[in-house]
């Protein structure tokens, strides 16, 4: 797992990380709650892919909750494909609709993904058919902008909080082709406050211009989905 993991977790929530990730056995997607905090912490584990995040927080907003907070890490494996170990703490639009999260809303998360990993069904396609109508509401604009440190590409984004918003960042991020190293999203307030470390799909750094060309990317693709 990437330094940033280790940062962010104790010796303990790594241990328990390891085991969900070692019950994956062959699985194509393995689904676990973790903890219970403002919402269910659910980890979900399976190989890196191109557009893997995205798919995921489809998968998840399709299967109607929100995404409160989230963390996604690509992690290596000696001689085998890398795995995509991602963090998320969902809620249900309404505090009053349907109960705690259960195994049964984690099969349908899984059954969904899936679904979007054979190319069975598309991520717009599903979040389409699942999303709801949004009013439209007085908010302060989208922000898109890498912050300015020496050798890492981070990129952050702020936007009104909707239904599928993360999808559409990570599907954004997938067109520009650009590698998510790893990403933390959080959301405060309606706001979704997203930091996303970036590299060139081997592994390179950005370059300035790719910075620019990746954020312009991203920033008409939130201002689309905000319509």
Partial sequence: MPPSYRRAHGWAAIQEHAAIVERRGQTMVHIEIWRV???????????DRTGGLAMMSAAIAASGFDIVMGEAYRRAREGQSAEAVALFELQRPSEDEGG???????????????????????????????????????????????????????????????PGLLATITA?????????????????????????????????????????????????????SGT
């Fill in 37 to 47: 905090r403002r919402g269910t912490v659910i980890v979900i584990v399976s190989d």
């Fill in 100 to 162: 705690p999260i259960t195994g049964d809303d984690l099969t349908s998360i899984a059954g969904a993904l899936e679904s979007l990993f054979q190319g069975e069904t598309h991520a717009e396609k599903l979040l389409q058919r699942h999303a709801p109508t949004l009013p439209p509401g007085a908010q302060a604009p989208s922000e898109v902008t890498f912050a300015d440190e020496d050798a890492a590409a981070i990129l952050l984004v702020e936007a009104r909080d909707r």
């Fill in 172 to 224: 954004a991020l997938t067109e520009a082709s650009a590698c998510i190293v790893d990403s933390e999203i959080v959301t405060v307030d309606g706001r979704a406050r997203d930091r996303f470390q970036l590299t060139e799909a081997g592994g390179e750094p950005l370059s300035g211009s790719r910075r620019e060309a990746i954020a312009r990317t991203v920033s008409t693709a939130v201002e689309r």
